[in-house]
């Protein structure tokens, strides 16, 4: 039994990207038109998702009290969001 099944779920990111190429993340916006602030974002790196496998730069960050992965995958975003139980 698995007790936090994920699946992968692109995302719409509003971002702001500098000069230099780096990228900020400011919003995420799921498919039902959700937004979430993004309220810190404690590190950047190129990261394995534990989940799918695949490798893509990792955003380690914080919405309220929570801290997650946002993924970007040539210019594709993602967060794994968690499954819904079944009964």
């Known amino acids: 039994m698995n007790p936090c099944s994920r699946r992968k779920q692109y995302v719409e990111v509003l ?3 500098f000069i230099d190429g780096s990228i900020q993340p400011r919003t ?3 498919a039902d038109g959700a937004s979430y602030e993004i ?4 590190s950047v790196g190129r990261g394995k998702s534990p989940r799918t496998g695949e490798i893509a730069t990792r955003y380690r ?3 309220g009290s929570h801290e997650t992965y946002l993924y970007e995958d040539n ?3 993602y967060v794994e969001y968690k499954e819904a139980r079944q009964k």
């Open 15 to 17: 971002a702001t990207h």
């Open 28 to 30: 995420i916006v799921t």
């Open 39 to 42: 309220d810190q974002v404690r």
């Open 61 to 63: 960050i914080r919405i």
């Open 75 to 77: 210019g594709r975003w």
